[in-house]
């Protein structure tokens, strides 16, 4: 079982910055490869971000390329969003989601949190 908790969403201006939080349970955190979903009204959630358990390898959704970097700090068991350059179609709920030893690719995640707000204005 993994808990998820995602924090640092909020309201931000468009070309500001936000940087989400997603805190794990667990002390085998370093094995979950760990990603980022959104969520906006009335659309499918989408893919994010990811970054692989072993390595450090990132892949990002052609939406946020050059403007988001994942980490993560496995000693913290945390995973952050950093979020550049904001604009108001990045207005979302944001998921944080954890997969044991999942491949870079995968869609498909066991583990969810409950979601962050994230609200850009213009």
């Known amino acids: 079982q993994v808990q998820l908790v995602e924090s640092g969403g909020g309201l931000a201006q468009a070309g500001g910055s936000l940087r989400l939080s997603c805190a794990a349970s667990g002390r085998t955190f370093s094995d979950y490869t760990m990603a980022w979903f959104r969520q906006a009204p009335g659309k499918e959630r989408e893919f994010v971000a990811a970054?692989?358990?072993?390595?450090?390898?990132?892949t990002y959704a052609d939406s946020v390329k050059g403007r988001c970097t994942i980490s993560r700090d496995n000693f913290k068991n945390t995973v952050y969003l950093r979020m550049n350059s904001l604009k108001p179609e990045d207005t979302a709920v944001y998921y944080c989601a954890a997969d044991f030893r999942a491949g870079l690719r995968s869609l498909t995640y066991a583990y969810w949190g409950q979601g962050t707000q994230v609200t850009v204005s213009s």
């Open positions: 970054i692989f358990w072993s390595g450090g390898s990132t």
